[in-house]
C-alpha cells in the first residue's frame, strides 16, 4: 500500500517537472535544427538529454513514432544519440512533437541541421508498420490462448 502513495507523488512530482519544463521549452532555438524536404514535410535533428543507453534512446524514439499520428519517419544515429524526424507540419506542429517528447520523460535539444547519410535504425513507412502489425497480431494470439488456459484452469479448479 505504501508503495502505490510513494509511486502517486512521485508521479505528481514528475508532472510537476513537465509542466514547468513546457513553459520553458522555445520552438525558436529549434529553428536551425529544421529543415524543408519534397512535399511539405520537415526534418527535424534533436537528441534528448540525460540519456545513457543506446537501448534507452532507440525506445524513446520508437514509442514517439508508435504514439504520435503526423511522424512519417524517424531515422536513429545511436552512435552520436542523434534522431532525425520527418514530419507532416499539417498534421502535427512541432511544439506538439517537443511536448511528446518531455510527456515520455526526457528533454529535447536541438541538433544543427547537417546533410546526412541514412543510418541504419529506421521507424517509418511501409516495413516497420508492417513487422509491427505482425507481431501485435501474433501476440494477441497468445494472450487469447492465455486467457483460454486460464478459464480451463479455473473450471478444473472448483
Known sequence: MEF????SIHNEDNNENQKLLLKEIDESIFSSSIHKKRFGLLELHITVEKIYSHYDFEKIFRDLYLKTRGI??????????????????KKISL????????????????IKYKERKRTRNYYGGG???????VLSFFGSIFVSIGNVIADILFIFKR
Open 4 to 7: 502505490n502513495i510513494n509511486q
Open 72 to 89: 512519417k519517419s524517424i531515422e536513429i544515429d545511436e552512435n552520436y544519440y542523434k534522431a532525425f524526424i520527418i514530419f507532416n507540419p
Open 95 to 110: 511544439k506538439e512533437i517537443l511536448e511528446n517528447i518531455i510527456y515520455l520523460g526526457y528533454t529535447p535539444s536541438p
Open 127 to 133: 516495413l516497420f508498420d508492417d513487422i509491427y502489425n
